[in-house]
């Protein structure tokens, strides 16, 4: 039996985070992670760090998020921050083809200034083709975050990793939670690799975090799904901002081995017991498709990798952060949904806040894990 | 019909060497309907490369292969006859557990359907990481005998052959007797083929014929003045290209001055295609490499997949043959066509006849095991030629913590670029074990995903075959631009 203040499950980016915050605020952390650190969605994400086109819900953490990215070696030190790979500021854009495109970007700008946010441009062609020169003739202008970039998503994982190591945390891997059970000295938490004891659990359990969730009998949607990303060769660079589709599935970005990652939401086929999902050349089409059209220069590119990561994905498509509405000392961060790596980051920063002082901040009632029945359905007021 | 016309077939067969080829001809000759793809342009594989055409021409080609190269052609003789479809030039990027086959033919790929795969894809030169090994100038033994079979091309500047395993002596011998300029042979491996031929002169009654042929090579080489040595631990010297090689033998350094180096370390199994399936691979604790689980007909743990010849583990060209049939007699059965009962007489003959090519290959096992005591992995030497990742950097890696191959792929990049991971895979297994002093087998192999070959971007947006309705994206995702996942 192991004794600690704080058990964090699960060792994905926002594990580590969350292990580094409590850790720099004098708590003793141990992660559990049941396979290694960055394995699934944390470390084979596509690497976008992107607050275009966000659920409005997700803004405010967002926002605070870029901030937190721009200031990575306050965090982790100048040579961990390095090692993230972040490029910010490239931007990224999301490309418009149709004239319906083209109306969506304006009215998704008067939406974003009505609630007070202008980090979102609507661009024309001529700024498109300033920021993007190989954009083909088709395109027609698109909707641009200037602060935008990208970054190494397994290389940071690794970084808050390490982070959190030097505060004074403990990351087990190849421990699986197979136990959760709340009595009079606190939590136990049983493993495949030991017992331990703790006052506070961390639930970042990512595709699996519902698991921990039915331990104590608070359900939670199950579902999940795998996004697919292929890798050209390595090409000469040619592009600096992250582009994604509008009405079309794109995704991509250069990075700076030169490679070209292609996503775009792109659909695997995931096996959750098998921990583990594949790629299917039949839907990678489309977003082959995409890219032929929308940039020439990567007609001559040879796909060279494809993978696809796990990923709980929630039904309103926007995370659960907050406590457990069953048991108390237990804490969720997870169902990001797809697009959890640019909140990186602040999640654990703002969970360390909500566990020692009560209260963060940046409001966060969207993603209260009460906005699911018991049987983990979404609530109809909830919408 | 062409591939990309092609939508389904009963059995593909993916590669057209002496495994494929046994199987595609029984397999029609059963009824079953057969495609074999292949990325020649004839039939043959490696072993049989281009042997309908050398064996036309009767120059000096054949005579100097010799006559198990020209045993290949009754193989293709019977394939061609067999009724079986074949698909030249066509280079196979994807086997899905589903049975679909990626191909990619004529700049164009599209997916066949098959309701079972027979992969026959063969073997691969193993890599051998020495200091050096990644300047021009330093190629495959193999690489030289493809050259002779596909082009009837031999080196013309002075050529050092170096390392282990009959293939070595086989294509000195062959280069030699087509006068290639040959300065030296230096083999690698433990003892001499002579003594250990004397030690297990009991089991292999029956296979004097094969160990004459191998001594005679040897013979044949002192013949002609060759210089002949033994040694380990090999070096390459040069800076924009091979100067150099180096070598320990008999308590003393060797160095030969050379332009071009050959060299060679066995073959391993070509499993690309079953490590992206997913299907259960055991470490060979006497070949050093992972082969792919399986039952007496070749069946994979996915259950459309089987494999047969050197692809299931090192057995040479003639238990090929038998493979292939023993893999054909169970499609048969699968698909129909035959009984169980008539599958297991069939089987009976081919059974017994790897059961004796068996004995041999446990002896050339023994004989040329690499001896990796005698190539260590300096921290200088590159693992990854594609990325250019050292040995050094990996041993950092591991020791700050990182257990698993695909976390240090994933970090370092090694085994992520153009090859997929071919040349490094054994490799950084082999490092990751030493250092954490570990048992290899548990060390697990790069997790791989289609495409097993690079696939042109032009091709994957136009492929021809796909399902339209296979569901790209989340319906959440649609409507709303900003709920994308």
Not at chain 1, 95 to 109: G, L, T, Y
Not at chain 2, 70 to 85: E, I, K, Q, T, Y
Not at chain 2, 182 to 193: C, E, F, M, W
Not at chain 2, 430 to 436: F, G, I, S
Request: neutral net charge.
């Amino acid at each position: 039996m192991t004794r600690t203040d704080v058990i964090v499950i699960g060792g994905g980016l926002h594990g580590c985070c969350t292990a580094l915050h409590l850790a720099r605020r004098g708590l003793r952390p141990i992660v559990l992670e049941k396979n290694t650190v960055g394995r699934h969605a944390s470390g084979v994400n596509a690497g976008g760090v992107r607050q275009l086109m966000r659920h409005t819900a997700e803004i405010p953490l967002s926002m605070a998020a870029m901030a937190a990215w721009e200031t990575l070696a306050e965090t982790l030190g100048p040579e961990l921050a390095a090692n993230c790979g972040f490029v910010g500021g490239v931007g990224q854009i999301g490309i418009a083809q149709s004239a319906q495109e083209m109306d969506w970007c304006h009215e998704r700008v008067a939406e974003m200034h009505a609630l007070g946010y202008d980090f979102e441009e609507v661009i024309d062609q001529e700024e498109l083709r300033r920021l993007v020169p190989s954009v083909a003739d088709i395109c027609r202008g698109g909707l641009v975050s200037r602060r935008d970039g990208h970054a190494n998503p397994f290389r940071t994982t690794q970084s808050f990793r390490r982070r959190a190591e030097q505060l004074g945390a403990r990351i087990l891997e190849r421990t699986r939670v197979i136990g959760l059970e709340q009595g009079d000295g606190g939590w136990t938490v049983t493993t495949d690799n030991g017992v331990f004891r703790a006052d506070i659990v961390v639930n970042c359990g990512g595709a699996w975090a519902w698991q921990a969730g039915a331990m104590v009998g608070e359900g939670f949607p199950k579902s999940h799904f795998a996004s697919t990303l292929m890798v050209t060769s390595r090409m000469p660079h040619f592009i600096d901002p992250v582009v994604i589709g509008i009405d079309r599935v794109l995704s991509f970005k250069q990075t700076e081995a030169g490679t070209v990652v292609i996503g775009g939401g792109i659909l695997g086929d995931p096996d959750l017991d098998e921990e583990t999902a594949e790629t299917v050349a039949d839907r990678m089409m489309e977003s082959a498709e995409t890219v032929y059209e929308f940039f020439p220069i990567l007609r001559k590119a040879t796909i060279v990798r494809t993978w696809a990561g796990l990923e709980a994905l929630m039904p309103d498509i926007i995370p659960v952060i907050g406590p457990s509405r069953v048991a108390r000392g237990l804490w969720h961060a997870f169902g990001f949904s797809g697009h959890g790596f640019q909140l990186g980051p602040i999640v654990g920063s703002v969970l360390a806040d909500l566990i020692l002082d009560g209260e963060s901040p940046i409001p966060l009632d969207a993603f209260s894990p009460s906005r699911f029945t018991a049987e983990g359905k979404l609530k109809p007021q909830a919408h | 019909m062409t591939g990309t016309e092609r939508e389904n077939c009963e059995l593909a067969i993916i590669g057209g060497g002496p495994a494929g080829l046994a199987a595609a001809t029984l397999a029609a000759r059963l009824g079953v309907e057969t495609v074999l793809f292949d990325e020649q342009p004839a039939p043959g594989g490696q072993v049989y490369r281009n042997i309908e055409a050398n064996s036309r021409e009767t120059g000096l080609l054949t005579p100097i292969l010799g006559a198990d190269y020209a045993r290949g052609l009754d193989l293709v003789r019977a394939f061609r006859a067999s009724g079986a479809g074949f698909e030249p030039m066509s280079a196979v990027w994807q086997v899905a557990a589903n049975g679909k086959v990626g191909i990619s033919r004529d700049e164009r790929a599209c997916l066949v359907r098959a309701r079972r795969v027979i992969l026959a894809t063969g073997a691969m030169e193993r890599p051998v990481p020495v200091p050096g090994w990644t300047l021009p100038g330093v190629i495959g033994v193999g690489a030289i005998q493809t050259l002779m079979k596909a082009s009837g091309i031999i080196p013309d500047r002075p050529v050092v052959l170096a390392g282990s395993g009959p293939l070595l002596y086989l294509v000195a011998f062959q280069l030699a007797k087509a006068g290639a300029p040959l300065q030296a042979v230096v083999d690698t491996s433990g003892g001499s083929l002579a003594s250990a031929a004397r030690q297990a002169l009991p089991i292999l009654a029956g296979f004097a014929g094969d160990l004459l042929k191998g001594l005679s090579w040897i013979a044949a080489l002192k013949a002609r003045g060759i210089a002949l040595y033994r040694g380990g631990y090999l070096s390459i010297e040069g800076v924009s290209r091979v100067e150099a090689v180096s070598f320990r033998s008999g308590g003393r350094r060797i160095r030969i001055a050379t332009a071009l180096l050959a060299l060679h370390e066995g073959v391993i199994p070509n499993n690309q295609i079953t490590t992206s399936l997913r299907c259960q691979h055991a470490w060979d604790r006497t070949q050093l490499a992972w082969r792919p689980e399986t039952d007496a007909f070749g069946a994979t743990t996915s259950p459309l997949v089987a494999v047969a010849g050197d692809g299931a583990g090192i057995a040479g060209a003639r238990a090929a043959v038998h493979r292939g049939r023993l893999a054909a007699l169970d499609a048969a059965f699968r698909l129909g066509r035959i009984s169980r009962n008539e599958r297991d007489d069939r089987a009976r003959a081919d059974r017994q006849a790897l059961l004796r090519e068996a004995r041999f290959r446990s002896f050339l096992d023994r004989i040329y095991r690499p001896s990796e005591a005698m190539r260590r992995l300096d921290d200088e030497t590159i693992v990854c030629r594609c990325e250019e990742v050292t040995a050094g950097e990996l041993r950092q890696l591991i020791g700050e913590g990182f257990s698993d191959v695909n976390q240090l792929k994933s970090f370092s990049r090694c085994g992520m670029g153009q090859c997929q991971g071919r040349m490094c895979a054994g490799t950084i297994g082999r490092l990751l074990a030493d250092e954490t002093k570990a048992d290899i087998a548990d060390m697990g192999q790069y997790r791989l995903r289609i495409p097993v070959k690079p696939l042109p971007l032009a091709e994957l947006a136009a492929l021809g075959n796909a399902d339209r309705n296979s569901g790209p994206v989340l319906e959440v995702a649609d409507g709303d631009p900003s709920q994308r996942i």
